[in-house]
């Protein structure tokens, strides 16, 4: 089956700082990958993904590269702000199996 | 608002009691997923149904059931409650997907206290 490994953190951060959390993976097939972040007290909402090797998705200033070679996805932010603060988790999909999550990786962004 | 409703927000129950979870998925999506989401294990899979029928099983106890009915709102019911059954319960919808190209739309979770 699929599974991912990212750090858990928490990453803390200051205001304007450069953001990378690293994910790999492992799947079946040939997945799309996802970004999904969840904000204190809410459920998870999709941040971004990439459905192809080399593609790179983006939302919100976030970015991540599909990358086949080294079974990579890692999330970029140039400048995070405060209300970035929230757990990040990465997910392959190969469509016929469900998501499987790791713990994600929790960010704190300090003014 | 993510279109997926889940219904009740908080529950708080003693040990050994059953409870039942709602989840309305987003419109014209076929598919639920159940997830349980606690501190120490983070966001475990449960359960998958597709258009009523049971599709996948995860990590999911045999005190836990799950059904999808003819509307495709879903229904997940536990039963002989533990403390160690405390979590967020979150209830996750897609489409038919078998190129695993879209996401999944959550929603915003049931949290679950046994005291």
């Known amino acids: 089956g699929n599974s991912v490994t990212q750090m858990e953190g928490p990453v803390t951060l200051s205001e304007e700082a450069f953001l990378t959390i690293n994910c790999t993976y492992t799947?079946?097939?040939?997945?799309?990958l996802f970004w999904y972040v969840q904000y204190p007290g809410e459920g998870l909402q999709l941040l971004l993904k990439a459905t192809k090797a080399d593609d790179k998705g983006s939302n919100k200033g976030f970015e991540a590269t599909y990358r086949k070679e080294t079974t990579s996805f890692h999330l970029e932010k140039g400048s995070v702000q405060v209300s970035d603060s929230a757990v990040y988790f990465c997910?392959?999909?190969?469509?016929?199996?469900?998501?499987?999550f790791g713990k994600g990786t929790r960010l704190s962004v300090i003014a | 608002d993510s279109g997926v409703t889940q219904t009740p927000k908080h529950l708080i129950t003693a040990t050994g009691q059953r409870v039942t979870l709602r989840c309305s998925p987003r419109s014209g999506d076929l598919s639920v997923y159940w997830y349980q989401q606690s501190l120490d294990q983070g966001l475990q899979f449960l359960i998958q149904y597709y258009n009523g029928e049971e599709r996948a099983k995860g990590n999911i106890l045999e005190r836990f059931s799950a059904q999808q009915f003819p509307d495709l709102h879903s229904e997940l019911n536990l039963s002989s409650l533990e403390l160690g059954d405390s979590a967020l319960y979150f209830c996750a919808s897609s489409p038919r997907d078998r190129r695993g190209l879209y996401g999944y739309t959550f929603g915003s979770g049931t949290r679950l206290t046994v005291v």
């Open positions: 997910a392959p999909n190969s469509g016929n199996t469900p998501l499987v």
């Open positions: 799947a079946t097939g040939y997945p799309s």
